[in-house]
């Protein structure tokens, strides 16, 4: 199969080295030519413009940093310049209103097309076992099936145009609340001379029990591979947490919901990264509410 591969950063580079590793035909680009040529390196094919990465393909992948980036970049290019029919995958994570602006502007146009944000960073990119939360109809999920199992592991069909992304960002509203649940009830452990470990015997077996405590916890210790024992390097960076929760307030102003917590997650998420911890994983929002 020929890919048309657009947007080869953390996430897209390894994403389409996948794709060359399971024998398809992968040409890429990026703004930044140093990607292209590290992924030409890899095997795949190097393309000047978004236009010629398209040209003849298959299937288009876009996975770009927000929504006015896939928006752009499919109203300039690949909408019309990909040949018709081909299966277009937008994997980049932006906001539910774009991704079904951009799938009408393709369904118009006759293409089909699955909106598919992933889960699980940069390490479940490289060793090809995201979780891909896809957005289209029966039809156009069948297709992009395939092509998504070389990427992923768990392939979940979330409904019409847009529901990948309103999977993926209600999933990481939970999350991020979740967090700081967790990095909370361990500074009040702290207070009350509670060892962490303790609390985290009687937690991890109790209804208090959740992923952010028993893969990602917060304190070092409990859990040897989360990034706490590594000095907060992510992982998940802050500033990913900050940008996904911002796409959940924007979506319960624009729909209504009442996400109270979600809202004081974001508040605290972004004082945390505007003072200089953008990089730093997520978790570490728990020396904040330590020191607060
Ligand atoms: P990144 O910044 O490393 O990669 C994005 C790439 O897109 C860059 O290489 C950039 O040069 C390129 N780009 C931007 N505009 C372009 C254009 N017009 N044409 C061609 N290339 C263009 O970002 P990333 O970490 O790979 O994330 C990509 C997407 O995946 C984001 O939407 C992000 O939210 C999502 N995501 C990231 C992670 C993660 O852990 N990094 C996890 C899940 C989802």
């Given amino acids: 199969m020929k890919i048309g591969f657009i947007g080869i950063g953390n996430m897209g580079g390894p994403m389409a080295r996948n794709l060359i590793a399971a024998g398809h035909d992968v040409t890429v680009f990026d703004l930044s030519e140093d990607h292209v040529a590290s992924l030409v390196n890899a095997g795949a094919t190097g393309a000047g413009s978004a236009r010629t990465a398209v040209s003849g393909v298959d299937v288009v ?7 006015p980036h896939v928006l752009n970049v499919y109203e300039g290019t690949i909408l019309g310049s990909a040949p018709a029919g081909a299966l277009l995958i937008d994997c980049s994570t932006i906001d539910v209103e774009t991704s079904r602006i951009v799938a009408k502007m393709a369904a118009d146009k006759g293409y089909p097309m699955v909106d598919a944000p992933v889960s699980g960073g ?10 891909f939360m896809v957005g289209g109809s029966d039809a156009d999920f069948a297709s992009a099936k395939p092509v998504l199992e070389k990427m992923g592991k768990t392939i979940v069909h979330c409904g019409g145009a847009g529901n990948g992304q309103a999977a993926k960002i209600c999933n990481n509203m939970m999350l991020g609340i979740q967090m700081i649940s967790v990095a909370e009830a361990f500074v009040l452990a702290e207070k009350l001379g509670l060892d962490h470990q303790k609390l985290y015997d009687v937690s991890s077996k109790a209804s208090g029990q959740c992923w952010s405590l028993t893969t990602y916890c917060p304190v070092p210790g409990p859990v040897l591979t989360s990034p706490a024992n590594r000095d907060y390097k992510p992982g998940f960076a802050a ?39 953008e990089g730093m994983d997520f978790s570490a929002i728990i020396k904040m509410v330590r020191d607060s």
């Fill in 61 to 67: 992948i876009t996975m770009l940093p927000a929504g």
């Fill in 122 to 131: 940069v390490g479940g990119a490289e060793a090809g076992t995201l979780t």
């Fill in 239 to 277: 500033a990913m947490m900050v940008k996904d929760l911002r796409l959940s307030q924007g979506a319960s102003k624009s729909f209504q919901a009442q996400t109270e917590l979600g809202a004081r997650a974001l508040e605290m998420y972004e004082r945390f990264t505007d003072s200089g911890n």
